[in-house]
C-alpha cells in the first residue's frame, strides 16, 4: 500500500468499562424486550512514529437478543458473550497491532483473528464483528486525532490506509475519495422507530402508564412536537396483529402528514423464506386502508431469519419479488462479504451500523456504488440503530453516516430513553458546549435536539471520532468490577 497521507499507528493498552443505563419505555422488537442496558466503553491508547499518544474512544450499547437471537441464550448470557468478543478482539489488535502499521492494515488483519477465535468458543458471526468493532472505532479516533483531521477530511485524505481492493476484487483502482460525500452531512433526518409496543395515539396510553416526563410517549405525540416524518415500523410476521398496527399507524399518517411521510418496515427475521414475506406483504397491497403507506415504503429490513437468510432456498424467488419494496440485510450482515453475497441473492441493499464495523460498513458504501454503476440505480445503503445513546456511541455512528451522505437513519435512544441522564456532571457540561446543537438543555439533564424532524451535525466535525469532549472514565464502573445483578433486571434463566 502507498503511505500517502497514511499515518502508521501501534496499539499501547485497551482498556473496558460499564455504565448501566435504564429505559424510560420498554422497547419490544422481535421477541425481545429492552429494560435496561449496560452502555460498554472502550479506551485505547495508540502511539504514532515520533512517540506521541493519544487515545480512542468508542461504546455501545449491549442489547438483548439482537446479535445472537438464539432461544437458549438468556440475556446475561448475551451480555457475557459480548464481552468476551470484545476480549478477544482486544488481544488480536493487541498482537496484530503491536507495531506501527495503517489503521487499516491493522483492522484487516485483526478482525479476521477476532472472527476466527470468536467462533472457536461458540460465538456468532455478528457477536464477534462487534468484538472487533469496538476496538476498531477506537483505533480510527485515536488515528484521526493524531492527523488533527475528523472523520470525513480523514476518510477523504485517507489517513487511515484504506485499500478498497485489497477486501474486495470488485473495487481495485478504487480510491476511498469516490465514496465520500464532498462535504459531510450538516442535518439528518431521524426515522423514528416504532416499537411494536409503543402507542400509536396519545389516547392509547393507559393512565397508569403516562410518564408525564416531558418527553412523547406516543407516536402521535412525536410527530407534533418533534415534526418527525421518516419512521421504522417494527412487524411482527402474524398477519392479524399487523394489520390492525399498521392500519392504526397508516390512519395516523394520513391524517396529519397526508403525502409528507416515508416508512422502512423492520422484519427482525420473523419470516421463515422469502415467500413467507411474499404471501404477508399481498395480503395487504389492496386494503384500501393501507395504500397511502405501502406506497411509501423504502425497503423492507431483514425480514427472513438469520439461518436461511443467505440460503438458497430461504430467498427463493426474492430476486423476480417485483411486488416487493427493496429488501436489504442487517443482521445477516455478519462479515466483510455478507453484502455481496446477499446481492446476489437478490438483496436490494445493506445496513450501516458501527457495531457491524466502521470499515466494512464503508466499503459496503463502495459496494453500492459499484453495483449500482454496474447494474444501473437500485442499490442502497441505510443507516440503523442500536438503541444508541448519548455521548459516544451515538455521535461516532451519525458520524459515520453523515460522511457516507445518507439523508436520513433511525433513531430511538431518544424515544426510549430520553436524555443524557446516564453521564457525569462534566460530561454533560462539556457536552452542552461542545454540541449545543445535537443537545439541548432539559430539566436537570439534557436531550438530543430535534427540529422538523433533523438533527443538526455540524458540531461533530471534530479532531478524532465525532467526539470533541473526553469520556468521564471515572464516571464509570471498571469492566472487572461490574455486575450484571447491578441492572436490576428480572430475568428467567
Known amino acids: 500500500m502507498s503511505v500517502g497521507n497514511v499515518i502508521p499507528v501501534a496499539i499501547e493498552s485497551i482498556e473496558f468499562f460499564m455504565r448501566n443505563v435504564t429505559m424510560r419505555l420498554p422497547f419490544r422488537y422481535g421477541k425481545a424486550c429492552l429494560v435496561a442496558a449496560p452502555l460498554f466503553h472502550a479506551r485505547l491508547v495508540a502511539r504514532c512514529g515520533e512517540g506521541a499518544t493519544a487515545y480512542g474512544a468508542s461504546a455501545d450499547m449491549l442489547p438483548p437478543k439482537w446479535f445472537d437471537k438464539s432461544p437458549d441464550k438468556s440475556y446475561r448470557r448475551n451480555i457475557s458473550d459480548l464481552i468476551l468478543a470484545a476480549k478477544t478482539g482486544a488481544q488480536a489488535y493487541r498482537d496484530v497491532g503491536a507495531q506501527l502499521r495503517p489503521a487499516f492494515d491493522i483492522w484487516q488483519e485483526a478482525c479476521e483473528v477476532t472472527?476466527?477465535?470468536?467462533?472457536?468458543?461458540?460465538?456468532?458471526?455478528?457477536?464477534?464483528?462487534?468484538?472487533?468493532?469496538?476496538?476498531?472505532?477506537?483505533?480510527?479516533?485515536?488515528?484521526?486525532?493524531?492527523?488533527?483531521?475528523?472523520?470525513?477530511?480523514?476518510?477523504?485524505?485517507?489517513?487511515?490506509?484504506?485499500?478498497?481492493?485489497?477486501?474486495?476484487?470488485e473495487l481495485q483502482g478504487r480510491q476511498p475519495r469516490e465514496?465520500?460525500?464532498?462535504?459531510?452531512?450538516?442535518?439528518?433526518?431521524?426515522?423514528?422507530?416504532?416499537?411494536?409496543?409503543?402507542?400509536?395515539?396519545?389516547?392509547?396510553?393507559?393512565?397508569?402508564?403516562?410518564?408525564?416526563?416531558?418527553?412523547?410517549?406516543?407516536?402521535?405525540?412525536?410527530?407534533?412536537?418533534?415534526?418527525?416524518?421518516?419512521?421504522?415500523?417494527?412487524?411482527?410476521?402474524?398477519?392479524?396483529?399487523d394489520r390492525a398496527r399498521l392500519t392504526a399507524i397508516a390512519r395516523l399518517l394520513d391524517e396529519v402528514l397526508p403525502g409528507k411521510y416515508e416508512v422502512t418496515l423492520d422484519g427482525n427475521e420473523q419470516f421463515p423464506s422469502c415467500d413467507a414475506l411474499e404471501s404477508w406483504y399481498a395480503a395487504f397491497e389492496y386494503e384500501n386502508g393501507l395504500r397511502n403507506l405501502l406506497e411509501r415504503v423504502i425497503f423492507i429490513e431483514q425480514p427472513i431469519e438469520r439461518a436461511a437468510a443467505l440460503s438458497v432456498e430461504g430467498t427463493a424467488g426474492l430476486d423476480r419479488a417485483g411486488d416487493l419494496p427493496p429488501v436489504i440485510i442487517d443482521e445477516s450482515d455478519d462479515d466483510v462479504d455478507s453484502f455481496k453475497q446477499a446481492a446476489a441473492l437478490g438483496y436490494r441493499g445493506v445496513s450501516v451500523k458501527n457495531c457491524k464495523g466502521v470499515f466494512k460498513g464503508f466499503l459496503n458504501k463502495m459496494l453500492v456504488d459499484y453495483y449500482n454503476g454496474a447494474d444501473g440505480d437500485g442499490y442502497l445503503l441505510s443507516g440503523e440503530d442500536l438503541c444508541n445513546q448519548p455521548i459516544v456511541p451515538l455521535q461516532q455512528d451519525l458520524c459515520a453516516l453523515s460522511a457516507l451522505g445518507l439523508t436520513h437513519t433511525e433513531r430511538n435512544g431518544h424515544h426510549y430513553c430520553g436524555t443524557l441522564a446516564h453521564v457525569s456532571p462534566f460530561e454533560l457540561a462539556d457536552c452542552l458546549d461542545t454540541h449545543g446543537t445535537l443537545y439541548e438543555p432539559f430539566r436537570d439533564t439534557a436531550r438530543l435536539r430535534i427540529r422538523d424532524g433533523r438533527i443538526n451535525l455540524v458540531s461533530l466535525e471534530q479532531p478524532g471520532f465525532g467526539l470533541g469532549i473526553d469520556p468521564d472514565y471515572d464516571h464509570m464502573t471498571p469492566l472487572a468490577d461490574w455486575e450484571y445483578e447491578s441492572l436490576g433486571i428480572d430475568e428467567q434463566e
Open 115 to 169: 472472527l476466527e477465535a470468536a467462533s472457536l468458543v461458540g460465538l456468532n458471526g455478528l457477536t464477534g464483528s462487534f468484538g472487533s468493532s469496538i476496538i476498531e472505532r477506537a483505533l480510527i479516533d485515536a488515528t484521526n486525532k493524531f492527523a488533527g483531521m475528523d472523520f470525513h477530511s480523514a476518510l477523504r485524505e485517507n489517513v487511515l490506509g484504506i485499500d478498497p481492493g485489497a477486501v474486495h476484487d
Open 179 to 241: 465514496a465520500v460525500a464532498v462535504a459531510p452531512a450538516r442535518s439528518m433526518f431521524v426515522r423514528h422507530t416504532v416499537g411494536l409496543g409503543d402507542p400509536i395515539h396519545d389516547a392509547d396510553i393507559a393512565p397508569g402508564d403516562r410518564l408525564d416526563d416531558g418527553i412523547p410517549q406516543s407516536l402521535e405525540a412525536w410527530i407534533r412536537e418533534a415534526g418527525v416524518r421518516y419512521f421504522k415500523i417494527k412487524v411482527s410476521a402474524d398477519l392479524d396483529v
